[in-house]
Structure formats: structure tokens, C-alpha cells
């Protein structure tokens, strides 16, 4: 449970730094295309994780289909945003790293409108020796922030700084091995799953940006340092994990020993989020804290009393102070007062209702038959001759 909803609380802050993020840009009157196609892929990608996590969180709740269940839309719409405007297993194999590479290379696109003139071989010539220095570069930065980002990890008093020091690492990284893939030329546009692993590298790598802008404008909030680790040590161990991806499977010799020798020579430095993080995570975001409240403020809370979500939000503070006067009491090996116990009684009532799942006596077709009608499962059983509601049957 405390996993689940770790990797819940981590997700939650980097899909809404990710929004925020992009909602700043477009506000600035910015059209980034690429990172539009990152954020199609990754924000459904990620809540389809999520909407399982709920799923396991909720139970039986969010099994059974009904007004009652909160999560089942939720579960029914996820394929639906996948799928469509770009299906996601186009957007992260093709669209983000192939547009996104002629886009963003400094000497990539003029070497291709040269070599379209037939006779720029001066032009050819000059983005050429660009794109050789480009490269050299970025060996050099790769290789000299894999020493320096090992340096700044001895202290993470400044999480915006250590975490800045180790996505500029990855960043330069990112770089040269998208300089080494073109190798492959014209090739590299067929291999989807090479691509793939580059845009996943890509993404991580803005969601990374993304969240540590976030937090700069937030890094007041109680909490937000500990969700912020846990999502950011989450999201460099995922960069890591595909640029490891892409050498070990590059297809021409020697290529991927390069890759793997200019970005990571001292071995992989991400293990990725511990126990001790996903615990304090989990914590943060089941009791009213600073960012509990941060990630839920756009979060539609319905006002009828009924409505599960509604019912959730309403108990939390009661609940959290309820498993306090019992710990308490435990601790003190004494009773309850009678105040606890009136408080523990009404959270208990509160919880039953809320993991009571929607019973109805007919469904679909079976609303139009008689009372007679006996489901076809139930004919020729013991249960047929049973006159009770359907429902109430054990």
C-alpha cells in the first residue's frame, strides 16, 4: 500500500509541475512542439500507472461498476486519451525523437537543406565541421560532469542545485548519444524502439526541469522536499535506465561501448528512490499537509455528501486524528476516552460506507423481465428457486 501510493504522490507532482510548466509556456505565447508530443506521451502514460494504483488503493471500490465507484470511469477513459491524437506507441516511437531531433539539432536540418542544393559544398562543409565540434563538445561536457555531478552528490542540502547538477549530467548525455545514433543515417527512422528509448530519455529528462521549476516556485510548501526526491530520483534512474537501453542495444559494433563509456564511466550512480523515501511520501500525502493540499488544489470536490471523493476528503482529518487517540492510547496501555471512542466510532461508520460497493437487483436486459426471470447462469442450480433480490443472494 505505502508503495502505491508513493509512486502516486511521485507521479502526481511530476504530471502537475509538467502542466504547469507547458501552461506557463503557451502563456508566454510559445509554440514547443516537441515537448508538446512528450507531454501527450507522458502524462496519459503515467496516469494510466496511477488510475492501477488507485485501483489497488480502492479494492473492491473500484472493481465493482456503479455511481459509488470514483476510479472505474477513470480506468474505462485512460485507453481512450492513449489512443487517440496520436496514438502513444507512435508519439514515443517516431514523433518524439525523429521531429524532434531535426528540430533541436544546431547543424542537422542545414546539412540536409545543403546536401537538397546538390552544389552547397561549402555549406556542407561548414555544418559538417559544426556538427564535429558539436560532438566533441559534447563528449567533453558528458564526460566532465560525470566527475562533477559525482562531487556535487556528496550533499543534497540544495536539492534544486544537486538535482539541476545531475539533469545537466544526463542532458549532455542525451546529446551525445543522439550525436553517435546518426551514424545510423537514414536507418535511424526504422528503428522504433531505439527511438523509443531516446524519446524516453528526452522526456524524463524536460519532466525533470519541470519539477525542479515547480518547486522553485513552491519550495515553501511543508513537504514538497521529500516528494520532490522521491520523484526526481525516480525520474533520473528511468533517464538512466534509457540511455542504457540505448547502447546496450544499438545496432552497429562498438557504437553502444562508446555510449556507454563517454556517459556513464564510472558505472550507473542511479539506483532510484529507496524505502525511507516512499515511505515519508506516502505519509505526506495521506494527512493534511502543505502538499497534499498543493497537488489536490485543481481537483474537483463535489458538494454532495454522498459522493465518495467528497466522503474521503471530509474523513481524512478525523481519521488521521483517530489513528493518533488510538496510538496513544496504546502507547499508555490505558482505554479510550470517551471522546476517542465517539471519534474512532464515527470515523469506523464513515469507512464502512465509503468501501460499500453498488448492489443492484437487475442489470442490463434483465430490467424488463418478469419476476420470474432466472439469470441463465442460475438455471438448473439450487440458486434459481431462491425468491430473493439478486443482489442480497451470498
Known amino acids: 500500500m505505502q508503495e502505491a501510493l508513493a509512486r502516486i504522490s511521485s507521479e502526481a507532482y511530476i504530471l502537475t509541475s509538467a502542466h504547469m510548466l507547458i501552461n506557463s509556456m503557451l502563456a508566454n505565447h510559445e509554440q514547443p512542439a516537441v515537448l508538446s508530443a512528450v507531454m501527450k506521451y507522458e502524462t496519459t502514460s503515467r496516469a494510466r500507472h496511477v488510475v492501477n494504483d488507485a485501483m489497488d488503493v480502492m479494492g473492491g471500490a473500484g472493481i465493482c461498476r456503479g455511481p459509488s465507484n470514483m476510479i472505474g470511469n477513470g480506468y474505462m477513459g485512460i485507453p481512450i486519451a492513449i ?40 555549406g556542407f562543409t561548414k555544418e559538417a565541421f559544426g556538427f564535429l565540434g558539436h560532438l566533441a563538445s559534447n563528449v567533453s561536457r558528458s564526460l566532465t560532469r560525470s566527475v562533477t555531478s559525482r562531487i556535487s552528490s556528496k550533499s543534497k542540502s540544495d536539492p534544486s542545485a544537486y538535482y539541476e547538477a545531475q539533469l545537466s549530467r544526463l542532458a549532455s548525455n542525451f546529446a551525445v548519444s543522439a550525436d553517435l545514433a546518426l551514424v545510423l543515417g537514414g536507418r535511424l527512422k526504422f528503428e522504433e524502439m531505439l527511438s523509443g528509448r531516446f524519446a524516453d530519455a528526452f522526456g524524463t529528462l524536460y519532466l525533470g ?21 522521491l520523484a ?29 563509456a563517454v556517459c556513464f564511466p564510472l558505472g550507473s550512480p542511479y539506483a532510484g528512490p529507496n524505502d525511507h523515501m516512499r515511505k515519508q511520501a506516502s505519509q505526506l500525502i495521506t494527512t493534511p499537509t502543505g502538499i497534499r493540499s498543493l497537488l489536490s488544489a485543481g481537483i474537483f470536490i463535489s ?92
Not at 533520473?236 to 561501448?257: K, M, R, T
Open 83 to 122: 489512443t487517440v491524437e496520436g496514438a502513444n506507441i507512435l508519439t514515443r516511437s517516431m514523433i518524439t525523437f525523429g521531429q524532434g531531433l531535426n528540430r533541436a539539432h544546431p547543424n542537422l536540418i542545414n546539412i540536409v537543406n545543403t546536401i537538397e542544393k546538390g552544389d552547397d559544398v561549402k
Open 209 to 229: 526541469y519541470a519539477c525542479l521549476w515547480y518547486y522553485n516556485q513552491n519550495k515553501n510548501v511543508e513537504g514538497i522536499s521529500e516528494v520532490l526526491e
Open 303 to 394: 458538494k454532495d455528501p454522498n459522493d465518495r471523493l467528497r466522503m474521503l476528503n471530509d474523513a481524512l482529518p478525523d481519521a488521521v486524528a483517530a489513528d493518533k487517540a488510538v496510538a496513544a492510547a496504546k502507547k499508555a496501555k490505558r482505554a479510550l476516552t470517551a471522546e476517542e471512542q465517539k471519534l474512532v466510532d464515527k470515523v469506523i461508520a464513515i469507512a464502512d460506507k465509503i468501501v460499500q460497493v453498488d448492489v443492484f437487483d437487475k442489470v442490463g436486459a434483465e430490467k424488463y423481465e418478469s419476476a420470474e426471470y432466472v439469470r441463465p447462469a442460475l438455471r438448473h442450480t439450487k440458486f434459481a428457486a431462491l425468491k430473493v433480490p439478486v443482489g442480497a443472494r451470498a
Open 232 to 260: 526526481m530520483e525516480s525520474l533520473l534512474q528511468q533517464n538512466q535506465a534509457a540511455l542504457h537501453g540505448i547502447a546496450n542495444n544499438f545496432p552497429v559494433p562498438g557504437i553502444g561501448s562508446i555510449m556507454n
